[in-house]
T-cell receptor
Framework: AQSVAQPEDQVNVAEGNPLTVKCTYS??????LFWYVQYPNRGLQFLLK??????LVKGSYGFEAEFNKSQTSFHLKKPSALVSDSALYFCAVMDTGRRALTFGSGTRLQVQP | GAVVSQHPSRVICKSGTSVKIECRSL??????MFWYRQFPKQSLMLMAT?????????EQGVEKDKFLINHASLTLSTLTVTSAHPEDSSFYIC????????????FGPGTRLLVL
């Protein structure tokens, strides 16, 4: 069975500093990996995905993620955090057969002014 | 990105009544739609997968007679919570996907259900 782990419940970073939100995965076969962001009482917004190709994936709002096969990681990064980036971030892996997503537990990002 | 809507955004109902939630893909055709449930401060849990014109596939532990799913067209899926009870209170979120597994799932804004 596939799974995703987000080891940090919360990440705190000062505005303007780089941020990293961690994600590791466990799948059989090639992983399809995703990052979504959720604002309070809202649905999920797609940030980026890795299917194949370059290990560094660029997404929306200046976010990027690095796929590392040897470490089975897909960490989300941004060079300079904004207060408006404060939200709940979910990493997910897709079951390519059912096309359903398995989500991590989520990481709350708090960017302080 | 593609837009997925849900209606209603919030519903309060009495125990024993049924509630229907609609999920629409507004600018693309969704061959597959998914229904998730999210409890407070928790992650999303997949409830079922529906393909247009066929029966939904439910995850283990999800009662198909309680959570009726109808994927009537390539742009509409409905989730009906039948005989709702307070423990059904939750945040229900749908997602829609066009094409194959490499395609992105786009999520609706969610429906908050409160059963009194």
């Amino acid at each position: 069975a596939q799974s995703v782990a987000q080891p940090e419940d919360q990440v705190n970073v000062a505005e303007g500093n780089p941020l990293t939100v961690k994600c590791t995965y466990s799948v059989s076969g090639n992983p399809y990996l995703f990052w979504y962001v959720q604002y309070p009482n809202r649905g999920l917004q797609f940030l980026l995905k890795y299917i194949t190709g370059d290990n560094l994936v660029k997404g929306s709002y200046g976010f990027e993620a690095e796929f590392n096969k040897s470490q089975t990681s897909f960490h989300l990064k941004k060079p300079s955090a904004l207060v408006s980036d404060s939200a709940l971030y979910f990493c997910a892996v897709m079951d390519t057969g059912r096309r359903a997503l398995t989500f991590g537990s989520g990481t709350r990002l708090q960017v302080q002014p | 990105g593609a837009v997925v809507s849900q209606h209603p955004s919030r519903v309060i109902c009495k125990s024993g009544t049924s509630v229907k939630i609609e999920c629409r893909s507004l600018d693309f055709q969704a061959t597959t739609m998914f229904w998730y449930r999210q409890f407070p401060k928790q992650s999303l849990m997949l409830m079922a997968t529906s393909n247009e014109g066929s029966k939904a596939t439910y995850e283990q532990g999800v009662e198909k007679d309680k959570f009726l799913i109808n994927h009537a067209s390539l742009t509409l899926s409905t989730l009906t919570v039948t005989s709702a009870h307070p423990e059904d209170s939750s945040f229900y979120i749908c997602s829609a996907q066009s094409g194959g597994a490499q395609e992105t799932q786009y999520f609706g804004p969610g429906t908050r259900l409160l059963v009194l």
